[in-house]
């Protein structure tokens, strides 16, 4: 994808390569996207969180397949990827948690939400091999609204296809919440199957890559 802006129904646009460097615009749009689309600054004490687990690991262990929007006004959304999930988890065991359980210990009294995270952090989730052999890699997307609508989404998730086809990846997942009726039928319409369902209702969605 080249890194010159274009028209997305008729605003000027440009998506370009992400760089540890995007990590603070990652974290910022991610809080502002966080529920379900709508900023979730207020649900949190800690909503930089959300990142931390969700985002910000990606773009520091694969940035070569993470990629930043940009309008006039600044970063305004990402795509942040992983090729082989399993691979990444295990970089996550050794290079990302660490440090972010030293930083947010578990005894500390917080607020539940925040306190949800914390344990994911401590405790994260392994992905299944039922899940990570036909689909290894996984993403994650994120629009700030005024960017919201205009193909966007499209163009980064076709960009990530691409790099992953010529890493012979033969496919990819992503979570949605399972209340998310907006998202789910986006995914549905670019070719993405629902495969699983997470325990708190959240939907796994896969693609095959030929």
């Not at 974290?27 to 979730?40: E, F, H, P, W």
């Amino acid at each position: 994808m080249s890194k010159k802006s274009r028209a997305y129904s008729g605003r000027m646009v440009s998506l370009r390569p992400a760089t540890p460097g995007d990590l603070a615009d990652v974290v910022s749009i991610c809080t502002l996207t966080g529920d379900d689309g709508s900023d979730a600054a207020a649900l949190y004490d800690e909503p930089e969180l959300l990142a931390a687990i969700w985002a910000a690991p990606h773009l520091v262990a694969d940035p070569a397949i993470c990629t930043i929007v940009v309008d006039d006004q600044g970063a305004a959304g990402y795509l942040v990827a992983t090729a082989d999930t399993a691979a990444f988890e295990s970089w996550c065991e050794g290079m990302w948690w660490p440090a972010l359980r030293d930083r947010y210990p578990l005894q500390t009294p917080r607020r539940d939400r925040d306190q949800q995270l914390v344990e994911l952090i401590h405790a994260p989730e392994a992905t299944p091999a039922s899940l990570t052999e036909p689909y290894p890699a996984h993403l994650h997307i994120n629009l700030l609204p005024r960017v919201q609508g205009l193909g966007l989404g499209r163009a980064l998730i076709d960009r990530l296809l691409d790099q992953l086809r010529e890493r012979g990846v033969p496919g990819v997942h992503l979570g949605v919440s399972g209340t998310n009726e907006p998202a789910i039928g986006f995914y549905e319409h670019l070719g993405f199957a629902p495969v699983a369902r997470e325990p708190d209702g959240g939907l796994i969605m896969g693609f095959v890559l030929t």
